[in-house]
């Protein structure tokens, strides 16, 4: 059952916790839902509407009601147990809490990538239909690190969606995702990860050890960038994580310096704003063509360097 409550797909006209309430009082949830932003915001909505989808409650009250047999069960456990990418180790996929019509993704232990078995094990489990003849919910929690593979299976996924299921993709930024998966998703936008203070008392300690670092980039030459870029060596998933944080903080200090300029009346330097282009593309290629970390890093460093020159 599909709903048709918005313009487009992709503009959502409501904010994204009045437009989920709707979904569930009035009934009409849609096959697919992208929910993106920055923090635990997406992570934790993703949770509460998953959960609604299956609460007993009458539908003009809250949802999750807290109450009823089902929102017990769902209640997310404090300590689940971790995904494995092979499945005679352990579980693929788990339930949110002990309900069996709710389904949770993620990236499995010692692993970089959501990956394409997960996604086919679910398929499975949701054409087998509801085991309480209701609604059924997934939650893809890493959805901005679903392996190409992985991505394509969903995309055959959301286009033939079984019958009263809604798969719900959380990313914190939307477009790490194929366009094609994005176009067949209700948009549920918070604001994204240019929220993150730059400076002052509340900066988490490696922000600001990065911006410090930041903002002496112009006395760095060629061998000071490529000695800060050989520091992401090592395992690809920490080494990953770094590099994608650093480029996130970069983002965000370059904006600022764009901002200065307009405020004091300049022209925006369009090297700036390549740069600021560049790390984002950076970003999308870590995340989808599990580009190497320390190169990675390095075409963004040598980005903002030399935006910082003009």
């Known amino acids: 059952m599909r709903a048709r409550l918005w313009p487009t797909m992709n503009q959502p006209?409501?904010?994204?916790?009045?437009?989920?309430?709707?979904?569930?009082?009035?009934?009409?949830?849609?096959s697919a839902y992208l929910v993106s932003g920055a923090g635990e915001t997406p992570l934790e909505t993703a949770v509460r509407f998953a959960r609604g989808t299956v609460c007993q409650a009458?539908?003009?009250h809250t949802r999750p009601c807290e109450r009823c047999s089902a929102c017990r069960r769902s209640t997310p456990a404090e300590d689940p147990l971790p995904l494995i990418a092979k499945p005679a180790e352990g579980p693929r996929f788990r339930q949110i809490g002990d309900h069996p019509d709710l389904y949770?993704?993620?990236?499995?232990?010692?692993?970089?990538?959501?990956?394409?078995?997960q996604v086919r094990e679910l398929q499975k489990a949701l054409q087998l239909g509801s085991h309480e003849?209701?609604?059924?919910?997934?939650?893809i929690?890493?959805?901005?690190?679903?392996?190409?593979?992985?991505?394509?299976?969903?995309?055959?996924?959301?286009?033939?969606?079984?019958?009263?299921t809604s798969i719900l993709l959380v990313a914190p930024i939307a477009t790490t995702l194929l366009p094609t998966i994005r176009s067949r998703c209700v948009r549920v936008a918070y604001p994204a990860e240019h929220s993150r203070p730059l400076r002052g008392e509340d900066v988490d300690e490696e922000v600001e050890n990065l911006v410090?670092?930041?903002?002496?980039?112009?006395?760095?030459?060629?061998?000071g960038l490529m000695d800060w870029a050989e520091e992401y060596q090592g395992a690809r998933a920490e080494a990953a994580e770094s590099v994608d944080l650093m480029l996130s903080v970069a983002?965000?200090?370059?904006?600022?310096?764009?901002?200065?300029?307009?405020?004091?009346?300049?022209?925006?330097?369009?090297?700036r704003l390549d740069a600021y282009k560049t790390l984002l593309n950076c970003r999308r290629e870590l995340v989808r063509r599990n580009a190497n970390p320390r190169m990675t890093a390095e075409r963004g460093l040598f980005a903002l360097r030399a935006s910082m020159s003009q």
Request: hydrophobic share 35%; proline share 6%; no cysteine.
């Open 251 to 271: 983002g965000d200090w370059i904006r600022e310096k764009i901002h200065e300029q307009a405020d004091e009346g300049h022209i925006t330097s369009v090297e």
């Open 141 to 164: 929690a890493d959805a901005a690190w679903l392996h190409p593979s992985a991505e394509n299976a969903l995309l055959r996924l959301l286009e033939e969606p079984p019958a009263n």
């Open 133 to 139: 003849g209701g609604w059924r919910t997934a939650i």
């Open 104 to 117: 949770w993704i993620e990236i499995p232990e010692k692993k970089t990538r959501v990956l394409i078995e």
């Open 13 to 30: 006209t409501q904010s994204p916790d009045i437009l989920l309430e709707n979904s569930l009082q009035s009934g009409r949830i849609h």
């Open 58 to 60: 009458d539908p003009q």
């Open 212 to 223: 410090e670092r930041l903002d002496g980039i112009t006395k760095l030459g060629m061998s």
